[in-house]
């Protein structure tokens, strides 16, 4: 584990959001580019202790859906063009 790693570990103990930006201003983004942040509801996944491909497979699918549901829903209000599409 990297000490990049180590200090995620960290924060996600501590309940704390790990998002770093970083630019030629060190941690401030540039002052040109408008940062929007959207945050869902959480989801709520079982803890398993040696899962499966399978079971990986269906909670990534669960969470890819979660994150598509809500860029759908606010990528209007960030700017965004209405017929963006991740695909």
Not at 30 to 47: H, S
Not at 76 to 87: D, T
């Given at each position: 584990?990297?000490?990049?790693?180590?200090?995620?570990?960290?924060?996600?103990?501590?309940?704390?959001?790990g998002?770093?930006?970083?630019?030629?201003?060190?941690?401030?983004?540039?002052?040109?580019?408008?940062?929007?942040?959207?945050?869902?509801?959480?989801?709520?996944?079982?803890?398993?202790?040696?899962?499966?491909?399978?079971?990986?497979?269906?909670?990534?699918?669960?969470?890819?859906?979660?994150?598509?549901?809500?860029?759908?829903k606010?990528k209007?209000?960030?700017?965004?063009?209405?017929?963006?599409?991740?695909?």
């Open positions: 584990v990297n000490s990049f790693e180590k200090i995620r570990l960290l924060f996600n103990k501590l309940k704390i959001p998002v770093i930006f970083y630019s030629k201003y060190f941690f401030l983004p540039y002052p040109d580019v408008n940062l929007v942040m959207v945050v869902g509801k959480p989801l709520e996944l079982p803890k398993i202790e040696n899962p499966t491909v399978e079971d990986i497979d269906k909670y990534h699918k669960i969470y890819i859906e979660k994150l598509l549901e809500l860029f759908n606010y209007a209000q960030a700017g965004v063009k209405e017929n963006l599409e991740i695909l």
